[in-house]
């Protein structure tokens, strides 16, 4: 057995048991947003980018509306499909494998493909990574669902300071050099300051583009990113 | 509209952006400016949502225990825990804070 694993095929693997898990998370604070264990394993199973799916039932969960959280899972998506740029021109995938190919494209998938420098430790690391994930991720989501439509009242269990360490822990790697930081920190503060004045879930879309402007002058100055 | 509406739509969403890196052409997409675009977009996404779920409650700000699990977590993840972990002290701080009497 261990000789038919290959570099990319173990830190595929490690990748998705590592990740995979904390679909527990995501399906527990989603039945604590109040979406049904149903659309809770529909995200999962069908969106299946993590960062979308707890923007979403982030936004809900705070009272925003649908069209609200539609939007912030929407715009946080945007990075898969500069992921699948990098992955078509790495891997050049034949046409047939596209469509599943593009559904397992996700952070953890791209990370694993591009660590590798030859072309069939690539493909291998993607797909070993990307359906370990979908795997785990999907079960559990299931038993994080259940569990959370059994516990009752989510803040007695501090469900809601597992959504702030979720969205903390999402954020925590991006954050490597002075400019992703300060960037965070422009984004918290816009949020801040338009909550009291504007409906719930559209704070996010404001700091969404206060960002982007932010981040367009940024690079019309010529600061490095 | 109703929820359900609105998971499908992301769902469909989600899965189109996907497959629009695979179709189209790479000289519509592969720009730094995408790149950086999305690299900021998903900082600044991130880190709304995370101080959203921190101090607000509808239209209001709020201080509460989730700023204990705030705290937690960063020192959880300079420590270099696990995500599950982080999660988890994420909701042992907010519920050691209520049942310590705080709001």
Redesign the interface.
Known sequence: MRTALTPATRMGLSIAA??G??G??FGALSVGS??SVL?TC??SL????G??Q???I??????GT??A??A??????????????S???LIE?PGRV??L???L?IDESTATATAQTDHDERVRGFWTAGVGIYLLWNASTLVGALAGDAIGDP??????????????????P??KGRD?VA??????L???MV??????GI??LV??A???V???WQ?RRGLR? | MSLWFWVVAAVAVAYATKLSGYLLPRRLLDRPVVVRMATGLTIGLLASLTILNTVGKGQAIVLDSRLLALAAAAVALSLKAPYLVVVLVGALAAALGRLAGLP
């Open positions: 590592a990740v898990v904390y527990v998370s109040g979406l659309q529909i995200l069908l969106m299946f980018t960062g979308s707890f923007a979403f982030g936004v809900i969960g705070g009272g649908g069209a959280a539609w912030a899972a929407t715009l946080l998506g945007v990075r898969n499909g500069v992921y699948a740029i992955l078509k021109t995938p596209v469509p190919m593009a559904h494209t803040r007695r269990w501090g469900l809601d300071g597992a959504a702030v360490a979720a969205f903390l822990g999402l954020l925590w991006r954050l992703p960037l965070a920190v422009v984004s918290a816009v949020t801040v909550l009291p004045v504007v409906p719930p704070p996010v700091a969404a206060a960002t982007t932010w981040w367009a690079h990113t």
